[in-house]
């Protein structure tokens, strides 16, 4: 059969499929000279292995997508990542940028709710509201989307250590709108591994925090199907300052721990693995990074089929969302941040993105302002509706060099997970300091270029220029702290203290043994107990991880 003929049966058959439940935006895509875009640029002269290689778009091993026609029939998803101070001023600018045309929300919460505290506990002083949204109860969390219908709308949370806490907060908040839960849709991040590589918002020991993780896959298999129950990331470790092979071949390896932890937990594996999620990051080197996401597809889709032998397409699918790379951003000349960002935008629209967030471009300096945000959801607008990249399925398949890198990039991420698999795995690795060693090495080097200049950097190294800074800064109202403190001090007062004590009694007998803590989390959240209430009663019983040389 010839690659035209395999072409003729893809349009026929899941092609079809795909056009029924999403028709294309466009009757007819085409450029400004009247020249129609094909769906699929096929090559006319393929070598032999073209198609295992690539495949179709939609087709295993997905290195083109995994929808057969991609942003032709609906464009990613714009998720612009914002939250500070209070639940009501992040209201308000999730409603801000709903109005702007942002098409799915990110909540960012501050340090304290990150790591399992209340606003009024000791440690959480001078820390509220500054990094994130700080939430402490199910009041926060409501606040948070008042007029925002959570059954019409889709949610993701950066929240890893209390993700059960803050999901529990969540489903809580949709049945009190009267939502279905069962048709909630969202993604929490909930990826505990790489928090012990590279950024450090744990709680507990990786035990304790594998059980909430599938505990979570269980709850959400059952009651909230259309919820991805996790996001592995390599955001946090590119940002740490690894390479990009360093990204997938880490991430990815996190990502073979949880289907096995969930296995061992007797799930099966196609039962979860259609709610997985991934989460990259987007540096400069536009081709190298469009090649990375080719490469983490294909290999995604093989260690699904073959290592874990599922068996539904929807398994073997990397669906990923990707944030442009703050560490990238400059304090220098911060306006040229409005082209590093669009570069990698472009990088991870060509790489057949699911979702993106774009920085701002006072980002390196404070909380990013309604113009800067709106500037950056507009980026993803121009290269959605003007550059012409989303009228082609796959627009770069068969340029040499993005073929060419995409299997480099694969053969050294390979290379690191066999590495990896004889340490006994992801878990084992990190307890050894393996890939926090690996990350730092790449940095260093990475840093050792910039100051050999080496590597350029525009306005760091390089054309530099003597300024004044003129943007527009947002500042957190410091009284913030004080209104959530008096908030949580009104609550405890008004709350049925003795169902308190009943639950978190339970919750503490739960905890020690093996049953699915979500359902009890569901039900604290309801009777007004903390976050920090309900964190404290599991670093009780569990303790909490403390990292070697600390």
């Not at 006072?362 to 113009?371: G, H, R, S, V, Y």
């Not at 947002?474 to 308190?500: F, G, N, S, W």
Request: with cysteine; glycine share 6%; hydrophobic share 40%.
């Amino acid at each position: 059969m010839t690659l035209q003929d395999q072409y003729s049966r893809w349009q026929k058959n899941m092609l079809k499929r795909s056009l029924e439940k999403s028709p294309e935006r466009k009757t007819r895509f085409e450029t400004s000279a009247g020249i129609e875009v094909p769906r699929v640029a096929l090559p006319p002269d393929p070598d032999p292995d073209y198609l295992e290689r690539l495949g179709f778009p939609g087709e295993y091993p997905f290195t083109r997508g995994i929808q057969p026609n991609m942003y032709r029939g609906r464009l990613w998803t714009m998720r612009q990542y914002a939250g500070y101070a209070s639940a009501e001023e992040t209201n308000r600018r999730f409603r801000y940028l709903l109005e702007q045309g942002q098409t799915g929300l990110s909540v960012a919460f501050d340090l304290p709710t990150q790591i399992g505290y209340d606003a009024d506990d000791p440690i959480a002083q001078g820390e509220v509201g500054k990094v994130g949204v700080s939430i402490s109860s199910i009041h926060d969390m409501e606040q948070l989307y008042d007029q925002i219908p959570l059954d019409k709308v889709s949610t993701s949370m950066t929240i890893n250590a209390p993700a059960g806490v803050l999901l529990a907060m969540y489903i809580a908040v949709a049945k009190r709108q009267g939502a279905d839960i069962h048709k909630l849709r969202g993604t929490i991040q909930n990826d505990i591994l790489k928090e012990y590589v590279a950024r450090g918002t744990y709680i507990f020991p990786p035990a304790p925090s594998m059980r909430l993780i599938t505990n979570i896959f269980q709850f959400c298999t059952q009651e909230v199907p259309y919820w991805n129950t996790i996001s592995i990331s390599g955001y946090h470790i590119r940002e740490a300052g690894s390479t990009a092979v360093q990204e997938v071949a880490f991430t990815l390896a996190n990502g073979i721990a949880y289907v096995e932890a969930a296995r061992k937990a007797g799930l099966k594996v196609d039962d979860f693995a259609g709610q997985l999620s991934f989460f990259f990051n987007a540096h400069n080197n536009l081709l190298e990074e469009v090649a990375k996401f080719r490469a983490a597809r294909r290999m995604w889709a093989r260690i699904m089929r073959e290592r874990f032998k599922a068996q539904k397409p929807a398994s073997w699918q990397l669906r990923f969302h990707t944030q442009t790379a703050g560490s990238t951003l400059t304090a220098q000349q911060p306006e040229c941040n409005v082209v590093r960002v669009s570069l990698q935008a472009l990088s991870a629209v060509l790489g057949g993105t699911q979702s993106l967030h774009t920085n701002s471009m006072d980002e390196a300096l404070w909380l990013p302002t309604e113009k800067s945000v709106r500037v950056a959801l507009r980026t993803q607008q121009i290269i959605a509706y003007e550059s012409g990249v989303a009228d082609s399925v796959d627009p770069l398949a068969g340029s040499y060099l993005i073929e060419h890198l995409t299997d480099e990039i694969e053969k050294g991420a390979l290379d690191y997970i066999a590495k990896i698999d004889k340490m006994g795995g992801a878990l084992q690795s990190i307890e050894r300091g393996y890939m926090q060693n690996e990350i730092q090495n790449a940095a260093y080097a990475a840093q050792q270029a910039i100051e050999r200049k080496e590597q350029i950097v525009v306005g760091v190294n390089q054309f530099q220029v003597d300024e004044e800074m003129t943007l527009e800064r947002l500042k957190v109202d410091p009284t913030i702290e004080i209104a959530q403190k008096a908030k949580l001090k009104a609550l405890r007062k008004t709350r049925d203290q003795e169902r308190v004590n009943q639950l978190l009694s339970r919750l503490d007998n739960v905890a020690h043994g093996t049953w699915n803590l979500i359902p009890l989390f569901i039900e604290c959240v309801e009777n007004d107990i903390t976050l920090g209430e309900i964190c404290n009663t599991l670093r009780g019983v569990w303790g909490e991880y403390v990292a070697e040389g600390f």
